[in-house]
């Protein structure tokens, strides 16, 4: 069955850039053929960017002193409060946030904060809860919230998960989330009636910020835990309607197992977002091009297919790191992640944000579903 999102949307570019170009490509993968269908409609882009440029800055991320500046700007207290409210589906966002080098002095987070004592002596307030990561946060918050002195990135807002949303009907299901940062796409999947989600981060500084944004956003049908996915998944026998795994596949030693794991605890649908491996598209970048490995060949569960070596190098240093728990992880091509999520039993797919020039190598987005 050939299949493609009705949805007309201006072609992304990384940073949350909405180019010129207005033509938008669908992609379906249907037993093992890719059918692509594209648009073209002036107005689509127009009103995109009446709607996107708007809110969004053209770079949606930035480093070193800029992010310092720019937290310095956000840096006035709010006394917002409030319980969730319905999410922002549009603007869309930048899909595949741009995790960059920050530069802050980690030896105190906290300044201004805390006292001697280590106690907050100012009146409570969420950006107190906020500013023990002082300039870690990689997220913004959504409205109200905005001004809370967080992020950039606007993952509270993301058209990935407005996406899901269209495509599986978030409400009333079970969710998996791997790998939830600070919690952006998880408010996004409860305010949007998810009726629980399980969210699993192994990074410690990324999980206390989950908390804080669970505390602030007040959300109740969230449960984040502390730990590696993989050895979560390898030991559960939980079973989930959905799982949303954005921005780890390419995070793994063993994307394969990743992969398998999702299959045997879904029983929907899987959102994924993933970098990918292409030696043209690299080739023609000094940047990520440089970071691989050689290539090896690799089997998992029956499944064949060809592994890349990525190597973080001095991404590892970096304060906002927000990778994998180990130095290097393995990439695959882009046909073998269709090929082996069909191997494991999930032979429909839906493509969207095609970003064959994402800053951080090419990336796509897509839901698999089993066959029906
Ligand atoms: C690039 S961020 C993606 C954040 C968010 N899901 C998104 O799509 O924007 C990767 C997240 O996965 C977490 N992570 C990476 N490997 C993990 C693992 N093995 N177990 C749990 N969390 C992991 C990182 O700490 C980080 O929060």
């Given at each position: 069955m050939k299949t493609g999102s009705d949805n007309l949307m201006a072609k992304r570019w990384p940073c949350g850039h909405v180019t010129g170009d207005t033509v938008t490509?669908?992609?379906?993968?249907?037993?093992?053929?890719?059918?692509?269908?594209?648009?073209?409609?002036?107005l689509a882009y127009s009103a995109s960017l009446r709607g996107k440029h708007a809110r969004w800055s053209p770079r949606l991320s930035v480093s070193g002193t800029g992010l310092k500046?720019?937290?310095?700007?956000?840096?006035?207290?709010?006394?917002?409060?409030?319980?969730?409210?319905?999410?922002?589906v549009a603007p869309a966002p930048a899909p595949g946030p741009v995790f960059e080098n920050r530069t802050h002095d980690l030896t105190s987070?906290?300044?201004?904060?805390?006292?001697?004592?280590?106690?907050?002596?100012?009146?409570?307030?969420?950006?107190?809860?906020?500013?023990?990561?002082?300039?870690?946060?990689?997220?913004?918050?959504?409205?109200?919230?905005?001004?809370?002195?967080?992020?950039?990135?606007?993952?509270?807002?993301?058209?990935r998960i407005s996406w899901?949303?269209?495509?599986?009907?978030?409400?009333?299901?079970?969710?998996?989330?791997?790998?939830?940062?600070?919690?952006?796409?998880?408010y996004m999947l409860e305010s949007l009636g998810a009726s629980a989600i399980t969210s699993v981060e192994a990074s410690a500084r990324a999980y206390l910020r989950c908390l804080v944004t669970k505390e602030v956003l007040g959300l109740t049908r969230a449960r984040f835990l502390l730990g590696d996915f993989v050895a979560y998944?390898?030991?559960?026998?939980?079973?989930?309607?959905?799982?949303?795994a954005s921005g780890v596949l390419y995070h793994m030693e063993n994307p394969a197992e990743l992969i398998a794991l999702?299959?045997?605890?879904?029983a929907g649908h899987v959102l994924l977002w993933t970098h990918y491996y292409d030696g043209d598209l690299l080739a023609e970048r000094e940047d990520s091009g440089s970071r691989f490995g050689p290539a090896r060949a690799a089997s998992f569960g029956g499944f064949d297919h060809t592994l890349y070596e990525f190597n973080y190098n001095e991404a590892l240093n970096w304060s906002g790191f927000c990778g994998g728990g180990e130095p290097r992880s393995a990439w695959m091509s882009r046909s073998d992640i269709i090929a082996c999520l069909?191997?494991?039993?999930?032979?429909?797919?839906?493509?969207?944000?095609?970003?064959?020039?994402?800053p951080n190598g090419p990336a796509f987005g897509l839901i698999a579903s089993r066959e029906r």
């Open positions: 490509k669908h992609e379906c993968v249907e037993g093992g053929s890719i059918y692509v269908r594209e648009e073209h409609d002036p500046s720019a937290l310095d700007r956000l840096r006035s207290r709010t006394r917002t409060r409030g319980r969730v409210p319905a999410p922002a987070p906290t300044a201004g904060l805390l006292n001697a004592q280590g106690f907050v002596m100012a009146p409570p307030s969420p950006a107190n809860a906020l500013r023990l990561f002082d300039g870690q946060w990689s997220s913004r918050f959504p409205p109200p919230w905005g001004d809370l002195p967080a992020g950039k990135i606007p993952l509270f807002e993301d058209a899901l949303n269209e495509v599986a009907g978030v409400k009333n299901k079970t969710v998996l989330e791997l790998g939830p940062l600070e919690g952006g796409h998880t998944l390898r030991a559960s026998g939980d079973s989930f309607d959905i799982a949303v999702l299959a045997s605890h879904c069909a191997h494991n039993g999930f032979g429909h797919v839906q493509i969207e944000f095609d970003s064959q020039d994402h």
